[in-house]
């Protein structure tokens, strides 16, 4: 869609600026003087003020930039951009249409097998993945059903004869598919859904049965309309015995989109946002499927209904089976990070364009010009940069283990706990940050035109998608467990003591404030010392690991009653502990990102490994100063570096804020790809007229009086007068 070049303005907006005039601080000029479609770059590193730009930048891109850019570069096509005014059954066929564009450019096929036409590159497969959300979430969305669910389980849970049967049409698009995995009544408790798939010996066949409503599917992209096939999560019976959840390929509608018969479907309608895809609802009645259907990598049935698995535990069974389908974390994750990176390459670019209230001359400020502006957008942008480097990690990491070369049960442990780690906390922060941008861009950050509201809307269900967050970080929290317990799955947290007495005598010098003692002594010298002490890398990582430690340790002497307690009972003790364990699982993700975002340090040079350092700082500072009451409770932190932590962050922000722009200018991104309207320079230009207008006003002669000038010289003139009765 054509950027819209009318001009309007934000009626009588003040962007949330208070009236008290700020100061104008040198800023960096705008990169671009009008509206353009290109990000202009600095060319020289080494200059004055610059940072090198294209180094970061190659560090943001990772390791699959070439598959990155080469998305990019087709998304540019303005068939694939989302037009908000359309009606959602006319955005549901756009992306039906934009399906077809993704196949004919070659981007769909490269995870897959290369018997099957695939090019088996699994990471660069989540890569480009990732960079359709700048072209429309619903596209990148129904994508992902279709791709990197519906075909990802055809090939992660099925064998090469199922590979050879349907993956040639699921990556063509002949076979539009649906992953019938959530039901009305179970969500993320996967292992309890109702559907059930009895084998029936005698004819050889699978059984699907919905047996009561809320074992309905729901929520299901592809479900409404398109979906031909689907690949249904259910109970697999035989023999009378449940062998627990497995995936079957099912057939649901025939060539014309009819349901086949047993199948009933009902549409979702229009949603909060994403309505370009047509989610559902799909039920079974006792639909018959050939026993060769079953998805069998981890689960197979005998002509006879005889059940074998090449693994013996069905827990361990059945988390494995689930995290053949990570990837859809692991995509997501990164999807929220580059809205995140559109939402503030929009709002930071509007931040040194729009001016508002004098400066004490005739120009009026930036909005970046204020502090509260700069303490509301730029640790976000920290948190944003800490989070791209985590995801290369957690990229390669699940690259590793689904290209087969690092493929062990211990490293698909910790790539699911990585991926519900990571997941969670970028998707918090996209919508977070897409809602101060939004703000802080007033009343023309309201406008859809400019992206932030279209995007929220859209984003807002990937904190419930592939997991709800609270659910994930659960996951986190008992790995964390795990690790000093590994009897905790079956709740004998006996082993946790050994932990919890090696912490004891570290949180007994805290609680009795000799750690707090030491520090004061540090501290002596005033608050110049203190701050100059947070600078410390060591010191971020040991306050962000302390606290992961100690709500662990906490949590798990917590638990340890519940060793001999009957299972409800020691349910009701674990639940007394839910809260503290999302905060430790949160505190470990904090912490991850802090630490890739470090290690990123070391491949930059000069000053442009000066600049990121800041901003690493002011991500981790940010972070303590979040929990800075517990820090402070701990005796982890005093209460004078408590103090100095508020304006040493001021100190960072003043430091970054001349290099903002290069920030999000290393994003890589196009206004092509941002598409907002105020990122375009256009603001630029407003002002600029403005300028103008008041330059010349002021020199002619029609340029009315101000009332409070003449009120000025009617006082002086006034007291003149005065002055002369008296002589």
Not at 146 to 170: C, M, N, T, Y
Not at 270 to 276: A, D, E, F, P
Not at 497 to 503: A, D, G, L
Not at 554 to 564: S, Y
Request: glycine fraction near 8%; aromatic fraction near 8%.
């Amino acid at each position: 869609m054509p950027l819209n070049e009318n001009v309007t303005t934000a009626g009588n907006d003040t962007d949330n600026l208070s009236e008290h005039r700020a100061p104008q601080k040198g800023s960096p000029a705008p990169l671009s003087q009008g509206p353009t479609e290109e990000v202009q770059t600095v060319q020289d590193p080494q200059a004055a003020g610059a940072i090198d730009v294209a180094a970061i930048h190659d560090e943001l891109m990772g390791k699959w930039k070439d598959i990155r850019q080469y998305t990019r570069d087709i998304i540019e096509d303005p068939e694939l951009h989302k037009i908000d005014t359309d009606s959602y059954q006319d955005q549901r066929k756009r992306v039906s249409r934009q399906l077809e564009v993704l196949v004919n450019k070659g981007v769909v096929h490269r995870a897959y097998p290369k018997y099957v036409g695939g090019q088996e590159n699994p990471g660069g497969n989540i890569a480009g993945f990732e960079e359709l959300v700048a072209a429309d979430p619903s596209l990148q969305i129904k994508a992902g059903v279709q791709w990197g669910l519906f075909g990802a389980a055809v090939h992660q849970l099925g064998s090469e004869e199922h590979h050879r049967k349907w993956l040639p049409d699921i990556m063509s698009l002949k076979t539009p598919g649906v992953f019938a995995m959530t039901e009305i009544g179970h969500g993320s408790d996967v292992a309890s859904v109702g559907t059930t798939a009895t084998f029936d010996a005698e004819s050889g066949e699978f059984v699907i049965n919905t047996p009561f409503k809320a074992a309905w599917k729901d929520y299901l992209g592809n479900a409404a309309q398109d979906g031909k096939a689907a690949v249904v999560f259910a109970q697999l019976i035989t023999r009378g015995v449940n062998h627990g959840v497995h995936a079957f390929y099912v057939p649901i509608r025939d060539e014309e989109g009819y349901n086949l018969p047993g199948i009933t479907s009902e549409d979702d309608g229009r949603k909060g946002g994403l309505n370009g895809v047509d989610n559902g609802r799909l039920a079974f009645d006792h639909v018959r499927i050939p026993r060769t259907n079953l998805l069998n990598r981890y689960g197979e049935v005998a002509e006879d209904g005889t059940y074998s698995s090449p693994i013996d535990s069905p827990g361990r069974r059945f988390f494995t089976t689930l995290g053949t389908l990570v990837q859809g974390r692991v995509s997501l994750d990164g999807s929220a990070i580059n809205a995140a990176k559109i939402g503030l390459s929009i709002a930071i670019r509007y931040a040194y364009e729009r001016r508002q209230f004098s400066a004490g001359g005739d120009a009026e400020a930036t909005l970046m010009s204020y502090q509260l502006h700069r303490r509301r957008l730029l640790p976000l942008l920290a948190t944003t940069y800490a989070q791209a480097f985590a995801h290369h990690d957690l990229l390669e990491t699940f690259d590793e283990v689904f290209s087969g070369r690092q493929d062990t049960p211990e490293n698909r442990a910790e790539l699911e706990t990585l991926a519900a780690a990571l997941k969670p906390m970028s998707t918090w922060n996209a919508l977070e940050t897409l809602q101060e941008c939004r703000e802080a861009c007033g009343g023309s950050g309201f406008m859809t035109k400019n992206r932030f509201t279209s995007l929220y809307q859209d984003l807002d269900v990937y904190a419930t998608f592939e997991g709800d967050n609270h659910v994930l970080l659960q996951l986190v929290a008992k790995r964390l467990l795990g690790d000093y317990s590994k009897e905790f799955a079956a709740l004998d947290f006996g082993t946790i003591t050994k932990y919890v007495s090696s912490r004891a005598e570290d949180l007994a010098v805290n609680r009795t404030g000799l750690r707090r003692a030491a520090q004061i002594l540090q501290d002596t010298g005033g608050q110049r010392k203190s701050a100059k002490a947070l600078k410390d890398p060591k010191l971020q990582r040991d306050l962000l690991g302390d606290r992961v430690h100690t709500l662990v340790a906490e949590a798990a002497d917590a638990l340890r009653p519940a060793k001999k307690m009957r299972p409800e009972d020691a349910t009701q003790v674990f639940n007394t502990q839910q809260v503290k364990l999302i905060e430790a699982a949160r505190s470990h993700a904090e912490l991850l990102q802090w630490e890739a975002m470090t290690e990123s340090l070391t491949k930059l040079e000069g000053k442009t490994a000066e600049v990121m350092t800041s901003l690493r700082d002011l991500f981790g500072m940010t972070l303590i100063e979040k929990n800075l009451g517990w820090y402070i409770s701990y005796g982890l932190v005093s209460t004078q570096r408590g103090r100095a932590l508020g304006e040493y962050i001021n100190h960072l922000l003043e430091k970054i804020e001349p290099f903002s722009l290069q920030l999000v200018e290393a994003f890589g991104f196009k206004q092509v790809h941002l598409r907002a309207e105020i990122s375009s320079g256009i603001e630029a230009v407003r002002q600029s007229d403005a300028s103008e207008y008041f330059r010349k006003l002021r020199a002619s002669s029609d340029a009315p009086v101000d009332e409070k000038t003449l009120n000025k010289m009617k006082h002086k003139q006034k007291a003149q007068h005065s002055s002369k009765k008296k002589r």
